[in-house]
């Protein structure tokens, strides 16, 4: 099974408002406020009324929320065929597991709550103790049920509706049918109490509402909207009989129930059906909801009785196409999407989310015709944008390309809107046609001071414009850059060059003010190019090829320095990291792919369900933002590798990667997440990489640099006054060598009644002289030396002393020192501690080696070990200082 993502973790989601499924509105006391609830996939959010603020964001569900009620108490979610009862918008309190089939319909009914399921069977539940109360089971072919109510004041009564347009009211106390009314003749789609006891407001699929007196089985009147299918009805409770009823073309209509006729409209209120729709109790307000991934707040105080706008909490009613981070610490998201908007996602609180607008033709008039069915004056899609924090206070900041127009507009960020430059080249103008009509502009580039914008055309041109003044300034090439379609602009950080590509692979450099001078170099690759990613701190671009392959150019040498093959699909986007050390790529096998540019290999990759069409990392390496195919978010992953020990290998571009899920709103990393354990042995480095090459032990100079100076440092430290004797101290005990000094050994003194000690021999070697002398047989010295390492200066100073006859030694133990240090000397390992050593040695035992034959004719070996191991580390030193040398004069 391939592994997870080892650098990127999912974070969270960003731009999710609501869906299809009904809002829901409590009224909490302790607050003193209304909530609202409305789902999001597999969670669902609580806002405040008071300033649209996220409160709070539920636990994720194993699939997406089917259907969702509330009551003063618990929030009621069900998913499949379990129901989740929440306390607090987040505290999973109960579960109801029962039904065989997906539940689709949900009431609360006091200490008791109803649902229904596809399969038509209706449970009623007891809250508290998660039992059922009361099943009913109807036959789906001939009552499928498709609205439930629970009518005001009618005790212990349920009204069923159902696709065919009948409607029955059961007693669930007893589970008897009470009374079956006739049908409409079409499907029912919702029910609502009226504010008038025993009146229901049915909605019909044909556009039909119509008001029943259930007492009487009467219908007390009849209206019909143009838009047919009612989603949604709702009434007023403060003091005015204005009914609302929403459609499916995201039209509201508010009807006067005493003159009985429209009272108002808001056409184009959603651009999706109106799916939730809500008055509040005893106020001029009314909240609605949509699949088109907004929420709104409406008051009523137009003069003509009407409602406007009061507040809004919106996304992209369309799947996002490009996102970018703005701004240098990494908390601010652009985003374009199909509904032609640029937005903002703040990447700290959904409150600092906003809106540039629609892009039209003509933004102010666009802005005075109000909501209307179709703006005619709507653009096409953005696909593409490039912005800059440069002169963000001074003009327009953002340019953007737009689907089939060669036209190319300005937002301003800091002004949150669209600007009034439309940039266009004069010799693209045609007189009484539509403007760009057989050219399309396809990339663009802001340079980094923010004054110019490079946009490149599919007819190969390649013009520069000024974005605060939005006149033409120049064109590379004659007549035009390439004789193919552009593919690819951009420039470097000081404004000197100017790059771009086309369809056929060829790459040009261009003095920035060009002048309408040729292109003064060139680099050709074999296959067409499909888009360029620079990077503004580096001189890397990356050139996306259409055989699924990205290369990397260094701008200063005009050459093809890496080269990136693995994914297997159209590449769609690549962003590198702030150091460029990364470069992360996307394409449409669904793959998200990491790539270290120093060693030119793969490091990391997984796959997510739907293709990323844009990938982009922060400018902090914090987080890694995507959009995807047929997903109204922005999803953020975390970076690991800031935190955490990461290990990262090469991988074969041809494993598969692993599948991992998109992270949902505010995701709580799961322990497999959160405790990612990589089944790979941490690299040990060997003791010696080679043995031809010098290795020195680690230890600290203290062990070892000063111990031709010990004395002189004893002699230094000896304190003023010596040191008393203890009391009572045992006489003549023997002793061994320690890390401490000189410690008595109790251990191994014979108890024979005697107190003479009787010398076997007048040899009396320390235990590391014991253990040297036992070397003469094997001439393993790896025991020896291991004791000398973990010996302190003194420790060490002493007991080569005591090595020699005069100190308990023999001749016989100084020749295997001396063995040992050649041992060492020739094993090219511990050098340091073998030149000190011998440097004692010598010192100490100079007479004696001159007198004893053995000794003195050993060291001509030692001699010239010794020489060979200096001599090429000496070599090593002085031609490294001579290059060091050399590079401080240039």
Request: aromatic fraction near 8%.
């Amino acid at each position: 099974m391939p592994q997870a993502s080892k650098i990127f973790l999912p974070c969270r989601s960003l731009g999710y408002v609501s869906n299809h499924v009904p809002l829901q509105v409590r009224y909490i006391k302790s607050r003193k406020e209304h909530l609202i609830v409305t789902c999001v996939g597999k969670s669902f959010h609580t806002y405040g009324i008071s300033h649209f603020g996220l409160l709070s964001v539920s636990g994720l569900h194993p699939e997406d929320i089917s259907c969702m009620t509330a009551d003063a108490y618990h929030v009621y979610t069900a998913c499949e065929n379990v129901i989740y009862a929440w306390r607090r918008g987040s505290e999973l309190k109960h579960e109801y597991r029962g039904h065989k089939n997906k539940v689709r319909l949900m009431i609360p009914f006091g200490a008791h709550l109803v649902s229904v399921d596809e399969g038509s069977t209706v449970k009623i539940w007891d809250i508290k103790s998660e039992t059922v109360y009361l099943e009913l089971k109807f036959n789906p072919k001939s009552f499928n049920i498709t609205a439930v109510l629970h009518p005001s004041t009618y005790i212990n009564k349920i009204l069923f509706a159902t696709e065919k347009g009948e409607m029955q009211l059961w007693n669930i106390n007893n589970a008897k049918l009470i009374y079956s009314f006739k049908s409409w003749g079409a499907t029912i789609t919702c029910l609502t109490q009226a504010p008038a006891i025993d009146v229901v407001a049915v909605g019909l699929n044909t556009g039909r509402i119509i008001l029943h007196n259930l007492k009487y089985d009467e219908t007390i009147m009849e209206f019909t909207q143009d838009w047919g299918y009612v989603s949604s009805i709702t009434f007023r409770s403060d003091g005015h009989p204005i009914m609302a009823t929403g459609s499916a073309a995201g039209h509201i209509v508010f009807w006067d129930l005493e003159e009985r006729k429209v009272a108002s409209q808001l056409l184009a209120a959603h651009d999706g059906p109106v799916t939730g729709m809500v008055c509040l109790p005893s106020e001029p307000l009314i909240l609605t909801s949509s699949p088109d991934n907004t929420l709104k707040l409406w008051i009523f105080d137009m003069t003509d009785g009407g409602a406007r706008l009061l507040r809004i909490r919106e996304g992209h009613s369309a799947s996002p196409s490009f996102v970018r981070f703005h701004g240098a610490n990494g908390h601010n998201i652009l985003t374009c999407a199909g509904d032609s908007t640029l937005r903002i996602f703040n990447t700290q609180t959904e409150q600092f989310n906003k809106s540039l607008g629609k892009a039209s033709y003509n933004r102010k008039s666009s802005k005075k015709r109000g909501r209307a069915v179709e703006d005619p004056l709507k653009m096409p899609p953005i696909i593409q944008f490039t912005s800059e924090t440069t002169r963000e206070k001074e003009w327009d900041n953002i340019a953007a390309i737009h689907q089939g127009l060669a036209i190319v507009t300005t937002w301003s960020y800091d002004r949150v809107k669209m600007g009034d430059l439309k940039l266009l080249p004069e010799c693209f103008r045609k007189k009484n046609k539509d403007p760009g009509l057989d050219v399309t502009a396809t990339c663009l580039c802001l340079t980094h001071c923010g004054n110019f914008v490079v946009i490149g055309y599919s007819t190969g041109h390649v013009h520069r414009f000024n974005m605060q003044s939005g006149l033409w300034r120049d064109a590379y090439g004659k007549p035009k850059a390439h004789e193919r379609p552009t593919r690819g602009v951009a420039t470097d950080s000081l404004n000197q060059i100017t790059i771009t590509g086309d369809s056929e692979g060829n790459i040009k450099f261009w003095r920035f003010k060009n002048k309408g001078t040729d292109c003064w170099s060139s680099l050709t690759l074999d296959e067409p190019i499909s888009f360029f990613r620079s990077h503004h701190e580096s001189s890397m671009l990356a050139v996306a090829l259409e055989d699924f392959t990205v290369n990397i150019v260094d701008i200063d040498t005009r050459r093809v320095v890496r080269k990136f093959v693995g994914h297997t699909a159209q590449l769609t986007d690549a962003s590198f990291s702030p150091d460029s050390r990364w470069l992360v790529t996307s394409a449409m096998d669904c793959s998200i792919r990491t790539w270290d540019i120093p060693s030119g290999l793969l490091i990391d990759q997984f796959a997510t369900e739907a293709a990323c069409i844009s990938v982009n990392m922060s400018p902090t390496a914090e987080a890694l933002a995507t959009v995807h195919v047929d997903y109204l978010g922005v999803f953020l992953w975390t970076n690991r590798t800031l935190y955490a020990k990461v290990t990262l290998k090469a991988m074969s571009p041809s494993d598969e990667p692993a599948l991992v899920t998109l992270p949902e709103c505010r995701q709580e990393a799961t322990e497999e997440e959160d405790d990612v354990k990589e089944e790979v042995e941490e690299f040990v480095s060997p003791e010696q990489i080679s043995s031809d090459l010098v290795t020195l032990s680690g230890l600290s100079t203290s062990r070892w640099q000063n111990l031709l100076n010990i004395d002189v440092i004893k002699q230094r430290n000896k304190p003023k006054n010596p040191p008393k004797a203890p009391k009572a101290a045992p006489f003549f005990l023997p002793t061994v060598a320690s890390l401490n000094g000189i410690q008595f050994d109790l251990e191994s003194q014979e108890n024979d009644g005697s107190k003479i000690l009787k010398p076997v021999s007048l040899v009396n070697l320390t235990e590391f002289g014991k253990i040297l002398d036992r070397s003469r047989e094997s001439n393993d010295f790896l025991a020896v030396i291991e004791k000398l390492k973990s010996f302190g200066p003194s420790m060490i100073d002493f007991e080569i002393k005591s090595l020699s006859p005069d100190n308990g030694g023999s001749t016989e133990v100084m020749l295997q020192f001396l063995k040992c240090i050649e041992f060492i000397l020739k094993s090219n390992k511990d050098l340091e501690l073998a030149e000190a050593y011998l440097s004692v040695f010598l010192k100490a035992h100079g007479r004696i080696i001159a007198q004893e034959e053995s000794l003195r004719s050993y060291l001509p070996n030692i001699n010239s070990c010794h020489g060979v191991a200096w001599n090429r580390l000496q070599e090593r030193l002085l031609y490294s200082t001579c290059i060091v040398q050399h590079l401080k004069t240039l």
